[in-house]
């Protein structure tokens, strides 16, 4: 059967991937590496609802980083 994670979790995941690496964090988790590169994609481009603080995920995307600054504006 499939685990579902919720948004929390997903995003604390995130942060330790941040903080120590995708393999060290994935591996710590008990998660498969392909699926904590799934939600960093998915946070990286902004998918709403995704994780409950996506403002704390690095913007990688320049397009990402205008299109928000527009929108701030």
Do not use: F, H
């Amino acid at each position: 059967m499939k685990k579902v994670y919720s948004a929390e979790e997903r995003y604390e995941a995130l942060k330790l991937a941040n903080e120590i690496g995708n393999k060290a964090a994935a591996e710590r988790l008990g998660i498969k590496l392909d699926t904590l590169y799934t939600w960093i994609s998915k946070a990286k481009t902004g998918k709403v609802g995704y994780c409950d603080n996506p403002g704390n995920i690095p913007i990688t995307d320049p397009n990402r980083l205008k299109q928000l600054e527009k929108e701030l504006r």
